[in-house]
């Protein structure tokens, strides 16, 4: 079966482990125990500790004892693998620049008020210093991977027909499959949770919030655009609103009616009144479709088909190159963790 668009768009480039890199800026080299070296960089208990308390901020559930030094554990590892890249990034004189940086700014605060981002920012537990200092690493990172791994990928017309030949069952649609998009509003206040700009607090405020919306789109502004800055179903709107791949028997299936009727008079590249909804959470939305395919086997001249190998293939061979990267930079690097001997002291104290 062939993937959701939001699935050709996604590469494997980025590990998780950028999330972490404002944990790895200059410590307090005066205060706090060592927990680690890489290269002379010290990781401090206070750095490990910042990382630990973000990681479980808001959880209901407490850590056992040997859960929280895994999570610990997991965190330090994760800090120097990203102090590696910026070490390297470094020495090849790779980093964001000004520009880069308030450019990403502006994108972040932009679906914010000023007052809606000041509050975001202190539930991070950050100031917008620190929130800067968090986009050029990460930015500088993916620069690295672009010049030291991405660039150096490339796929033949030739690996795109021995993919397909070696895998021609992926590309049968057995249904017509939909692709669609919604724009969400909640007419219950503080759902979902999160910071969102203006916020319905009721169905009034729902009501005239959705209609804005509308209007926008009416106007001609981009739908993924609008979604992203406006959509209040969080999971979606980061990729524009993007629902997926929906085969024709789930669509059908639908429990409310207005939705699915909604759904079924669409033309690709059209999007709908506004829907109203009850289930699971009330509100209103607005739906578009992006495309359509109609069942039967997919050939390999469909540039859709062409593509999507195109991708799967890179995002393989990115991921090779990335864990042969990793490993190459802790072998001519100089690290020492000190909370692993630790660890591992405690543990053989404990046999005696």
Not at 174 to 190: C, D, G, K, Q, W
Not at 239 to 259: C, D, R
């Amino acid at each position: 079966m062939i993937q959701s668009r939001r699935g050709w768009r996604s590469t494997v480039l980025v590990a998780a482990v950028l999330p972490l890199a404002l944990l790895t800026g200059c410590p307090n080299r005066t205060s706090g125990d060592v927990m680690a070296k890489v290269n002379g960089y010290k990781v401090l208990r206070s750095e490990l500790d910042k990382a630990f308390n973000k990681q479980v901020s808001g959880s209901p559930q407490k850590l056992g004892s040997e859960q929280e030094q895994l999570l610990r554990l997991q965190l330090l590892q994760q800090i120097i693998a990203v102090q590696l890249y910026l070490q390297k990034a470094e020495k090849l004189g790779i980093v964001a620049t000004d520009e880069d940086v308030e450019n990403r700014l502006n994108q972040q605060k932009a679906p914010y008020t000023k007052e809606d981002f000041a509050k975001k920012l202190q539930e991070m537990g950050m100031t917008e210093d620190e929130f800067k200092q968090e986009i050029r690493r990460t930015m500088t990172i993916d620069k690295l991977f672009n010049k030291e791994i991405a660039s150096k990928v490339t796929i033949s017309d030739a690996d795109i027909q021995s993919y397909y030949n070696e895998h021609k069952s992926q590309f049968n649609v057995v249904e017509p499959t939909f692709y669609l998009a919604h724009i969400f509003v909640s007419s219950v206040p503080n759902v979902p949770a999160g910071p969102i700009p203006n916020k319905a607090q009721n169905d009034a405020q729902a009501r005239e919030k959705i209609r804005t919306i509308y209007n926008r789109l009416e106007s001609g502004e981009d739908f993924a655009t609008v979604a992203s800055k406006y959509s209040e179903d969080l999971d979606t709107a980061r990729s524009g609103g993007e629902l997926g791949a929906i085969p024709e028997s789930q669509l059908k299936n639908i429990t409310e009616p207005a939705t699915r009727e909604a759904t079924m008079k669409l033309k690709p590249g059209q999007f709908s009144e506004i829907v109203q909804v009850t289930n699971p959470v009330p509100g209103y939305r607005i739906i578009k479709m992006l495309g359509k395919e109609a069942a039967g086997q997919r050939d390999l001249n469909d540039p859709t088909v062409q593509q999507l190998i195109r991708n799967q293939l890179r995002n393989q061979r990115e991921q090779f190159l990335r864990t042969a990267y990793d490993e190459d930079l802790r072998n001519n690097a100089e690290i020492h963790n000190y909370f692993i001997e630790g660890i591992l002291k405690t543990a053989a104290a404990g046999q005696k």
